[in-house]
């Protein structure tokens, strides 16, 4: 994991839209995803096993640092 991510740092704010608002958030061991009320998950954390939904397909995608858009299919 690079150093600079063992840091703090505020998430600046998800969306300009009126009322889409943080509906739930959960946590693993590295990871996160946020559920917006507009039905928006985002993730961000470990991803080493894909557990981001991002396919991971270099060292970067093992980790992500910034909100990261899950899409479903």
Same mark, same amino acid.
Do not use: R, W
């Given at each position: 994991?690079?150093? /600079?991510?063992? #840091? =703090?740092? =505020? +998430? /600046? $704010?998800? #969306?300009?839209? =009126?009322? &889409?608002? &943080?509906? $739930? +958030?959960?946590?693993? #061991? /590295?990871?996160?995803? %946020?559920? !917006?009320?507009?039905?928006?998950?985002?993730? !961000?954390?470990? #991803?080493?096993?894909?557990?981001?939904? &991002?396919? +991971?397909?270099?060292?970067?995608? $093992?980790? +992500?640092?910034?909100?990261? $858009? %899950?899409? !479903?299919?």
């Amino acid at each position: 994991m690079p150093e /600079s991510l063992l #840091n =703090p740092t =505020p +998430i /600046s $704010k998800y #969306n300009q839209t =009126p009322n &889409v608002l &943080v509906s $739930k +958030i959960v946590c693993g #061991n /590295s990871h996160c995803l %946020i559920l !917006f009320n507009n039905g928006d998950l985002y993730g !961000f954390g470990g #991803n080493e096993e894909g557990q981001l939904g &991002v396919a +991971i397909t270099n060292e970067e995608s $093992k980790y +992500i640092g910034t909100l990261q $858009k %899950i899409t !479903f299919t």
